[in-house]
C-alpha cells in the first residue's frame, strides 16, 4: 500500500509498503479521508515534546509513540471497515464507515483510574492513518451516521479537542467569547461553543478566507489583527468589559498573553494551541489576581469522542475541506505551510 513515511527529520515521502496485519483484537480499515493537523508538521520535524522548566515536578512530559518500524504520519481519519479480528467484541460490521482515535489508553495507570486518561503511562503507540489501510484496537474505532460523508467523519478527532476546549472554557448561555485562530480548530470550537451557549462571538484572524467562514458559522464580529484595532473593536464589542471567555487556537504565545488582557473579571482564559517548547510568557500576575481570572491549557480529548460524535453531523464542515490525493502528500504539507487553506485532507 501506499503511505505518508517519515523518511528523516522533516523529510516526508510517499513509500509502498506492506499492508498492516489485522490483529485479533484490532479492526482493519480502508482510509477514506486522512486529514493533516497543526501538529503533524512538528511530528514530522521532530520539535513536538519538551522537558518541564528547571523546578518542575513530574517532567519530561510523554509524547504519544509511534509504532515501531516504519513512521507513518497521520491521527485524523475516517474510513471503511475492511477486516474485524476474531476476538473483537463490538457491534461492527465489514463495509462500515468509521472514524478513529489514534492512542489507546492502557486503563490501569494512576491517570487512567484517576480521570485523566490523556496522560496514561503506558499508552499504545498510534497508527499513522496517512496510507490506505490501518488497524485500530476496538476500542479506537467509532461507527458513523449512515448519512454523514467520510470526509466530514474525518473530523470526529479534531472535533473532540474543539468539544474539550469548550468544556474547559466553562461556556454559559449569554456568553461572550474570543477565539484568536480561525483554523480548522478555532473554527470548530466557534460552532461549538455557539451551540453551548455563546451569545457574543468574535474571532480574531488575519486570513481573510478564514475570517469569511467564522462570520459564516456564526461569528457576530470578525478582525484581522494585522490590520485593524483589535483592543479598540473588543471593547466597543464588550462594552468595555472584556471577554467571559477567551479561547486561543493559534499555538502563538504573543496571543496566549493578550487573551489574558482582554478578559472580564472572573473569566476563563483557555490555551487551546500546540505551543513551542522551548518558550515561556511573562504573566501579569496581580492583573491576573485583582480581575480573578482562570487560565487552562488543552491536552488531547479525554472522554470527549462520543459527544463529538453525537454532534459531528450538526455542524457546516464541507467549507472547511481541501482534498489533496495521498500520492501528493508533499505538495498538500506545502500547501499547509501557507495558512490559507483551512482543512486539508489526503485521499488514499
Known sequence: ???????????????????????????????????????DPKILE?????????????????????RPGVKILGHEASGEIVQIGKDVKGDFKIGQHVAMNFRKTCGGCYYCQNKMEHFCERVTPFVGVMAEY????????YKLPENLPLDEGAFLEPLSIAVHAVDIAKVKVGDSVII??????????LQ????????????????????????????????????????AICNKFTDGRGFNVCIEATGITALARQLILLSERCGNIVWAGVY????????????MYSKELSVHSVKLAPYSFPRALAILPKLDLKPMITVYPLVDAVKAFEAHKKAKDIKIMLKP
Not at 483554523?183 to 470548530?188: D, F, H, K, N, S
Open 192 to 231: 461549538v461553543a455557539i451551540k453551548a451557549g455563546a451569545a457574543k462571538v468574535l474571532v480574531s484572524e488575519p486570513v481573510a478566507e478564514k475570517r469569511a467562514l467564522a462570520k459564516r458559522f456564526g461569528a457576530d464580529v470578525t478582525v484581522d489583527p494585522l490590520n485593524e484595532d483589535l483592543l
Open 276 to 287: 513551542p517548547g522551548n518558550k515561556d510568557i511573562e504573566l501579569p500576575i496581580f492583573y
Open 180 to 189: 484568536t485562530g480561525g483554523g480548522p480548530i478555532g473554527l470548530l470550537i
Open 134 to 141: 490501518g488497524s485500530f484496537k476496538e476500542s479506537l474505532v
Open 1 to 39: 500500500m501506499k503511505a505518508a513515511v517519515i523518511k528523516s527529520p522533516g523529510v516526508l515521502e510517499v513509500q509502498d509498503i506492506p499492508e498492516p496485519v489485522c490483529e485479533p483484537d484490532e479492526i482493519k480499515v480502508k482510509i477514506a479521508y486522512a486529514g493533516i493537523c497543526g501538529s
Open 46 to 66: 521532530g520539535t513536538v515534546g519538551a522537558a518541564f522548566p528547571p523546578g518542575a515536578i513530574g517532567g519530561p512530559l510523554a509524547v504519544t509513540p509511534m
